[in-house]
């Protein structure tokens, strides 16, 4: 329970902290804070690892009249590779988002912003009052959007203006669904609401809560916000909403689908999210095979990258959920979810680094990079190797999960879309590689200290080592897990 | 009656409010638009809170915690219109209809 | 009588609500919405939920109000406030008419209400006013994180700002008078609305009122003075109000971690002391939320026009 506390309210002090300290001692008072929440996030992981999930009911009070929180496998899993990425981000962000380097105004919002995003993550991944996570879904937002709108740039401006648009009308869909919800049974847990008589409401309300998801999370058909919101904004801030942001509405998607209301999820309810999620790998690639920039290449990847996820619908929810391979499916939706997280962030780290070095992240500025700075050539072609889905990295053990259970449970289209994406993957990614890795550069860039370097590479490793040590995580993701009949193949 | 009445207000306050959010492209109209649809749906929850015996305060706090919410998200679009008007001369978002 | 009052009520809602969106001019629009918002405060009443009613006329109708008449003042001195002519758009009428039905068909669908039985835990919580009792004690971490979303919103609106002006007063500059009658009233409303203000906060707990409304009216107030000159508007880099800022959350998750150490867990209050700390809590965040929403209201800081 301490931990899970900690992970809460570390983050939160420290944003207050960053607000209300005196410029010199904001970037030492955040990154204490970011310190303290990785060491919280670790060890909640340990706990759960130890003792299985941790629930704590809110001020004592129970649910239906009280909030609940409650961390499993999945909830925890997610709290580290949030903490992992945002001390990236954070020690990267000391050289770039330094009051000396992006002004005095960036560089006082940046550290507070980030910090109150972290805190909501956490508080995305174990709350389990849907009305708790309506309000800790505006707060992702408001917080996201204000990183957008940081970099001062009137195509920033416009872009956070759109993402603000969307990610509202998202949260009312959303709303819509909790109201009736609470209207039809008068409560909001999630663990209630499972055990509930069903009600004719309720396939509107899911159908309300998940359109609302998915605007959040950026599905195909409405992505339209996310690419130049995500590229618009500084690159620290790029691997923040990239890798983390949409991971909180696609969790509360994934809890609905299995967890509150696995019994409305019709077969064709399935089959609709899992077609969204293939047509998004399949746009997303094809969009950012067509980009000139590298963070707009990377933007693009992350609406592929999300559509994989959704197959798990078919493969793993309704009356799948008790099939031998669902374990697998679920397991390996996760695993994508973690990968994607860790590599994402490193790519955008990457393009951060080319930003200062270069002035310039188009393609053709960056030629020959990797000989000019190695160790962020060896970052880039980790994370590209965990996109890709190539062995061993954490995405290929994603890949290969869900392809298993997709050829096991008869869904064979499905494999098919998997193996679309990787190829696509390794196209969209060769352009970038082929510069990074090109033999003559242009202009020396300026220098860069390896410290800084090694950042990204730090997350593209561990993306791929994912993979590598797969069995640990699998068996972690396991706890708390909601249809734990079936074990895995 | 009356609680049908206030449900059924709400409801077609949130269709006029989806309306202006898709028909009407100034963002000032569209922030507009949104609290319409927030306050549709409180009206909507507050109705159905009303329905058993005594008035439920859960959905009150619920309905207070999310005016807070409404207020600030309408805070920072503002701004944002603001900022987008001062740097592009206009309060429509680019590529959309209604460009002067 | 009294259906044909909510008939009457409901129909003038829906018809300021729709010369909201179909009204023409953009100005119209924002003073209908004010409108909007003062008659749903009576509905609010109509149905008994004067928390909400007051939440409703405080915040929606006059702190959003004044928000979008102030971006509209704004945006004619950028020449944006003018709006393409109207059209019906069919294909938007056909989903928000779906999307209403469909609401309207719930309502009927819905099963007979259950409401959670606070009826133990009420006693327990240190306050007589219910709504109260569910915002700082049975669901305080709603509270806690909508606090802190008001910060954020701060935050970002800050993040606006052009870099030259970072360092200047928040706002734009705002000249009153000498002696007008904003001067006078700046001198004037300030007892009042602070005696009015804080007097919402200390009802709160046992009958209408409470923290985010009365950081409202202590932010109307605080607003009257800045724009009659009395008092100046602060800049980002003065301690003081930055403390102010964090001042309500800060106590609140501080409590909230004293109850993890001395009481049943996170946010626990035992019931002796409920009431000393709800009390004190909301002092806090009375004093957050003010700050916030007026800064909120004032704006980034800023040079206005005459330098782009």
């Known amino acids: 329970m301490t931990a899970l506390v900690a992970g809460l309210t570390l983050p939160l002090l420290a944003a207050f902290a960053a607000i209300a300290l005196p410029m010199r001692a904001r970037v030492p008072a955040a990154l204490l804070g970011a310190g303290l929440t990785l060491a919280a996030s670790l060890w909640l992981a340990v706990v759960v690892w130890q003792t299985g999930p941790v629930t704590l009911s809110l001020g004592g009070w129970q649910p239906p009249i009280g909030i609940a929180l409650r961390a499993d496998g999945l909830g925890a899993a997610l709290g580290v590779m949030t903490a992992l990425v945002m001390t990236a981000v954070a020690l990267a962000a000391r050289h770039e988002m330094a009051a000396s380097v992006a002004g005095p105004r960036a560089g006082f919002g940046f550290w507070p912003l980030m910090l109150l995003l972290w805190a909501t993550m956490n508080a995305a991944f174990v709350s389990r009052d849907l009305f708790n996570l309506y309000v800790v879904l505006e707060l992702i937002t408001l917080s996201a959007v204000a990183l957008v709108a940081i970099s001062g740039k009137a195509e920033a401006i416009a872009a956070a203006l759109r993402y603000l648009l969307f990610a509202l009308a998202g949260s009312l869909l959303y709303l819509a669904g909790v109201v009736l919800t609470y209207a039809a049974h008068g409560t909001l847990d999630i663990s209630l609401l499972a055990a509930r008589m069903a009600a004719p409401s309720d396939a509107l309300a899911l159908g309300l809560m998940t359109a609302g998801l998915l605007v959040k999370t950026a599905l195909f058909p409405f992505h339209v916000w996310l690419p130049h919101a995500h590229s618009a904004a500084p690159a620290p801030a790029s691997a923040l909403l990239s890798a983390l942001v949409p991971k909180a509405s696609l969790l509360i998607l994934l809890r609905l689908w299995f967890e509150a209301m696995p019994d409305l999820a019709a077969p064709a309810a399935l089959l609709t999210l899992a077609s969204l999620g293939a047509m998004a790998v399949i746009w997303g690639g094809l969009l950012a095979l067509a980009q000139a920039r590298l963070k707009l290449i990377v933007a693009y990847s992350t609406v592929a990258q999300l559509g994989y996820i959704f197959l798990v619908f078919p493969l793993a929810g309704g009356d799948g959920g008790a099939q031998v391979w669902a374990a697998g499916a679920w397991t390996g939706a996760i695993f994508q979810t973690l990968s994607h997280g860790l590599a994402k962030a490193a790519m955008f780290l990457v393009a951060g680094i080319y930003l200062v070095a270069m002035g310039s992240d188009r393609l053709s500025d960056l030629r020959g990079m990797a000989r000019a700075l190695p160790m962020t050539g060896f970052a880039f072609a980790l994370a590209s190797i965990t996109l890709m889905g190539l062995p061993p990295s954490g995405g290929f053990t994603a890949k290969y999960l869900l392809m298993t259970a997709a050829f096991a449970s008869g869904q064979w289209a499905w494999a098919l879309v998997l193996a679309a994406g990787g190829l696509l993957a390794a196209a969209y990614l060769y352009r970038p590689l082929a510069a990074i890795f090109a033999r003559e550069s242009a202009v020396a860039p300026r220098a860069i200290p390896r410290s800084w370097q090694a950042i990204p590479l730090g997350l593209a490793v561990l993306s791929v080592a994912l993979g590598l040590l797969s069995s640990v995580p699998f068996e972690f993701l396991q706890i708390g897990r909601p249809d734990p009949a079936a074990e895995g193949l | 009656m009356s609680l049908t009445l206030f449900a059924l207000t709400g409801a077609a306050l949130v269709g006029l409010g989806v309306y202006g959010l898709l028909a009407r492209p100034h963002m000032l109209r569209r922030i507009i638009a949104f609290n319409l649809i927030g306050s549709g749906l409180f009206l909507f929850f507050g109705a159905a809170a009303a329905r058993g015996t005594g008035l439920d305060p859960i959905p009150q706090a619920l309905i207070i915690t999310g005016i807070v919410v409404a207020l600030s998200a309408s805070a920072l679009a503002v701004g944002l219109v603001v900022a987008l008007a001062r740097s592009s001369g206009t309060a429509y978002l680019p590529d959309e209809e209604g460009r002067l | ?308």
Request: include cysteine; charged fraction near 10%; glycine fraction near 12%.
């Open chain 3, 1 to 308: 009588m009294s259906v044909a009052l909510d008939i009457t009520l409901c129909a003038l809602v829906l018809g300021v609500g729709w010369a909201t969106v179909a009204g023409h001019g953009v100005f119209r629009a924002v003073i209908f919405f004010i409108t909007y918002g003062l008659l749903l405060a009576i509905v609010w009443a109509r149905l008994g939920a004067y928390d909400v009613a007051l939440a409703e006329a405080a915040i929606s109708a006059g702190l959003t109000g004044v928000l979008l008449l102030a971006a509209h003042g704004r945006l004619r001195r950028l020449n944006a406030s003018q709006e393409v002519p109207l059209h019906l758009n069919l294909p938007a009428a056909v989903v928000a008419v779906g999307i209403a039905a469909g609401l309207g068909w719930a309502w009927f669908a819905l099963p007979a209400p259950t409401a959670p039985d606070l009826s133990q835990a009420l006693p327990q919580s240190g306050v007589g006013n219910p709504v109260t009792a569910v915002l700082l004690n049975f669901r305080a971490w709603d509270t806690l994180l909508e606090s802190v979303i008001l910060l954020a919103a701060l935050l970002g609106l800050w993040m606006l700002a052009r870099d030259h002006a970072w360092d200047k007063p928040l706002g734009l500059p705002y000249h009153a008078r000498p002696g007008g009658v904003l001067a006078s009233f700046g001198r004037v409303l300030p007892p009042i609305g602070l005696i009015f203000g804080v007097y919402l906060v200390w009802a709160g707990a046992d009958t209408t009122g409470g923290a985010f409304q009365g950081g409202t009216v202590l932010a109307a107030v605080c607003l009257v003075t800045i724009m009659a000159g009395v008092l100046h508007a602060p800049r980002v880099e003065q301690a003081a109000w930055r403390a102010a800022l964090v001042l309500g959350p800060g106590v609140f998750v501080l409590s909230g971690i004293a109850g993890a150490v001395f009481a049943q867990g996170f946010l626990a209050l035992p019931p002796a002391l409920a009431k000393p700390a709800i009390v004190t809590i909301e002092a806090a965040l009375t004093v957050s939320i003010a700050v916030t929403l007026v800064l909120l209201v004032i704006g980034p800081p800023d040079e206005g026009e005459q330098d782009a």
